[in-house]
């Protein structure tokens, strides 16, 4: 049996303190085998840097993976390039600074794929992520146990269809990019474990991360407003799958 614990996208220092003090209790209490967790906001809401990537990964956090936020920061860029255990959506266009996938060993010796695809409803239109998220699939089934998904999308319909489409070909896929968790968990018939968001780690009392007096006057007056990060409530949003050893057909 292999523990992965997947934690919503992190924002800001808020969220970054979350997993700072609690992830290795966490971890300890649940018996995790890895840490996966989305990284796109953890740049007081906007990208991640290299020093912040570093930091997640000093707190536990084994693989990052990423969504439209992940370019906010350009400094990221070349990091993407040299660090393997950070990912941004494979669905980006050929020749896309840093890479869509990857494999690693749990603490318990499976080899686990990390694939990190984007909707593309109600955001950017790139490459088709059912199409790609297959071919990402076959490059990683030889190798790896276990694969786990994160599909980072806005519409819950695309997500319920990617949830779906992997059914039995995957150990997991799992929302993010909504940052408000959903409560449809479950198991598919094929057994793939499916979730439409796993919400967000990070300052609760706010409109998805952003403070929510700036947010609330932009619906009240329809001008521009300067969005920051909030500061209350923080609290972690995260789900375990327990999976086993067994390569998807
Ligand atoms: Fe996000
Ligand atoms: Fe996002």
Redesign the pocket.
Known sequence: MTRLLFVG?I?GKPGRELVRRGLKAIVAHHQIDLVIA?G??AAAGFGITPDLADDLFAYGVQVITG?N?TWDKKEIIPYLADQARILRPANFPAGTAGRGRVVVRATNGVAVAVINVMGRVFMTAIDDPFRVVLEQIELVRQEAQVIFVDFHAEATSEKVAMGWHLDGRVTAVVG??T?VPTADARLLPQQTAYITDVG?TGPHDSVIGVDRHAILQRFLTGLPQRFETATENPRLNAVIIAADEVTPS
Do not use: A, R
Request: hydrophobic letters at 20%; charged letters at 20%; glycine letters at 10%.
């Open positions: 996208d924002v989305n796109e906001n969504g936020h993010t990019h940052h967000m």
